[in-house]
């Protein structure tokens, strides 16, 4: 045991640097769940009325154009910050 630790735990090691920068998270983003979570519908809706079809199809789209339009921002960002 040591004098600093009366439990006789040793702390855990850490990980070396290089290896400590290079682990990221991932977040599972799930745009479908999201959008038929807004328009209250379930997916049995969505196959077996085409207007639901059509509304959530609808709200896809405009999230995948939002996404993008995010994404070309950043990338530009990237290239001139000072802008």
Do not use: C
């Amino acid at each position: 045991m040591g004098a600093n630790d009366p439990l006789g735990l040793r702390p855990r090691a850490s990980l070396p640097g290089e290896l400590a920068q290079t682990v990221e998270q991932v977040v599972t983003m799930r745009p479908l769940h999201r959008i038929l979570a807004f328009t209250r519908r379930s997916i049995d809706d969505v196959v077996n009325d085409p207007i639901a079809k059509n509304e959530v199809y609808g709200y896809y789209k405009l999230h995948r154009r939002i996404e993008r339009a995010g994404e070309v921002r950043d990338l530009e960002r990237q290239w001139n910050p000072t802008a």
